[in-house]
């Protein structure tokens, strides 16, 4: 009988070791004690048999619970995936990114097996390649024209470690391959393969349960980030927009004391703990959201403050850094481009809030006042004064300091012509861009197409081509635009440089080089273009335009 027993204890025991082994992916989601001892876990509930069958005490699993709620929208794209019966929308959107609640506290990633001998498989060659371009394209041009080596670090770290920003890295890799492969007059479309990935991402979030986790925040803020990024590569703008909005409303209930205990240690910062990783993300995400006024006329940025009681640093100091001068400027720029567009823009929903009658004279004060202490700061030198990979940054800020203070001058209906006073400041800015785009081809290492979602200069020389009419400066634009296919967020230089090129046509009244105008008083206010607004669609350009003097608009569209 005894001996029966024990024969039947141990049976059971081993019961596990008979059954079909299973291949499949490696998981991080085991045990805890099989993760200690480094052994593979058969991830049994409520307790796994490996610890039984060895007398050890079964320690359970780590929860990693999601803090948001999700919107999943249906669409006629579908795809099956092996061994599933579901399928997934590939314009499957995160909404709702906002938590239930948040820890008071800062607590290091409970990934604490995030060590290099833990770093996720790559199946197959598509996704190794794919983690190559991720590596050594993707993240490289992100944030170009303000790098930050500590975030790119953190973009590689987590997707080597977390299975949804693997996937969503992989995704947004795939859909750059293939706009590095297409042909510039091409519409861009991703394919089955990122969407898979991409609604991969959005399943193993789906996956996790609701509740308190900073750690689940810090991941959830990282995914959006890239699927901004994305959407806005595939064309499908108003998902990215979505995203940005979404991870911009779920960074603003985070703990402030989060942020305030990392920022002075953002530069310096190692990817080491959920509260230095919110900090990294949320400053990309909200310095998206601050650069959307340039192509969205009606978007609002969370983050803009009352100009009226913004305050610069005092006029006889100087900026500690370029990325202080930045981030003041950035928020300038923004007033700037929603007083010009309340101004001269049509609105599509027509309710933008009225802004304040004082705000140009402010906005004009505030400008002369950063570019004082954008000057001390030059004088006063420094490490970046003489590196040659902040000077690009430096130009960008010359340049878009430049450019706002024109449209300041010339805000309002009915004052085309103001623009021809500015000719010696539009020289300025294409000297400037020049320099930006020549910068960019030698960090790109070729004229290659690249994408970024931060916007530099591509808006700029727009602005300039369709607002100066000195015929040459135009037509230096036009060089530089289509130098090299650049993709910043919705700005793409190939596209606005065609707009510019139908507008020099229009105003000039030809496109025959003999319709050329020789000067910029040759072309009258009434022949000139006062708005202007341009959306892709799927057989190029639809722009829509209206003449100084005259009434109504005319909408066209154009081959790319």
């Known amino acids: 009988m005894g001996e029966s027993k024990n024969e039947s204890t141990k049976t059971a025991s081993q019961a596990w070791r008979k059954r079909p082994r299973k291949f499949a992916p490696k998981s991080r989601l085991g045990c805890k004690t099989c993760k200690i001892r480094r052994v593979k876990c058969d991830l049994s509930q409520p307790s796994c048999m490996k610890c039984q069958s060895t007398g050890r005490t079964c320690d359970g699993y780590s929860e990693i619970p999601l803090g948001f709620t999700t919107n999943i929208e249906s669409n006629h794209y579908q795809k099956e995936t092996a061994n599933r019966a579901e399928s997934y929308n590939r314009c499957a959107t995160i909404s709702a990114y906002q938590a239930e609640r948040w820890h008071e506290k800062q607590h290091d990633l409970i990934f604490r097996n995030l060590d290099p001998f833990m770093i996720l498989p790559v199946a197959g060659s598509a996704q190794g390649e794919a983690m190559c371009i991720f590596e050594y394209i993707s993240i490289k041009h992100l944030n170009e024209y303000r790098p930050c080596e500590s975030w790119r670090k953190t973009l590689m770290f987590f997707s080597q470690t977390v299975p949804s920003v693997r996937y969503a890295a992989i995704a947004l890799s795939l859909v750059y391959r293939n706009y590095l492969d297409r042909d510039s007059s091409d519409r861009m479309l991703p394919d089955k393969a990122s969407l898979l990935h991409y609604n991969r991402a959005i399943q193993l979030l789906l996956n996790q349960e609701i509740g308190d986790s900073t750690e689940t925040t810090a991941i959830t803020l990282l995914v959006c980030y890239l699927f901004t990024c994305y959407d806005h590569l595939a064309g499908n703008y108003v998902q990215a927009m979505k995203h940005l909005r979404g991870g911009v409303d779920l960074s603003r209930n985070i703990d ?200 530099g200069i591509v808006p700029v020389l727009y602005i300039i081509g369709v607002k100066c009419r000195h015929p040459v400066v135009r037509r230096q634009v036009l060089s530089i635009l289509r130098r090299q296919s650049i993709r910043e967020a919705v700005w793409d230089s190939i596209s606005a440089a065609r707009v510019v090129e139908r507008v020099i046509e229009i105003e000039e009244g030809g496109s025959e080089e003999g319709g050329m105008a020789r000067s910029m008083e040759q072309i009258a206010m009434w022949q000139r273009i006062e708005t202007l607004s341009w959306v892709q669609s799927t057989a190029g350009l639809d722009i829509s335009y209206a003449f100084c003097t005259r009434e109504g608009m005319h909408i066209e569209s154009l081959m790319i």
Request: glycine residues 6%; charged residues 20%; hydrophobic residues 40%.
């Open 256 to 455: 402030e004391a989060i942020l305030s205990n990392n920022k002075s240690t953002y530069d310096d910062a190692q990817p080491s703990g959920a509260g230095t990783l919110i900090c990294q993300v949320t400053k990309q995400i909200r310095r998206l959201d601050m650069q959307a006024v340039t192509f969205l006329v009606d978007w609002t940025p969370t983050d803009i403050q009352e100009v009226l009681g913004y305050q610069l640093p005092p006029p006889d100091s100087a900026f500690q850094s370029l990325d202080q001068a930045a981030d003041h400027l950035q928020i300038l720029v923004a007033w700037v481009m929603r007083l010009h567009n309340t101004e001269q823009q049509m609105t599509p929903t027509g309710n933008m809030p009225p802004l304040p009658s004082s705000l140009k004279e402010t906005l004009l004060g505030q400008l002369e006042a950063w570019s004082g202490l954008f000057e001390n700061m030059l004088q006063e030198g420094g490490s970046y004064v003489t590196n040659p990979e902040t000077g690009r940054l430096m130009s960008l800020l010359r340049l878009q300091h430049t450019i706002a203070w024109i449209l300041l001058g010339s805000c309002g209906p009915g004052r085309e012509m103001d623009y021809d006073n500015f000719l010696p400041q539009f020289r300025q800015c294409v000297a400037l861009a020049d320099d930006v785009a020549a910068a960019h081809e030698r960090y790109s290492g070729s004229l290659k197409p690249t994408f970024t979602p931060e916007v």
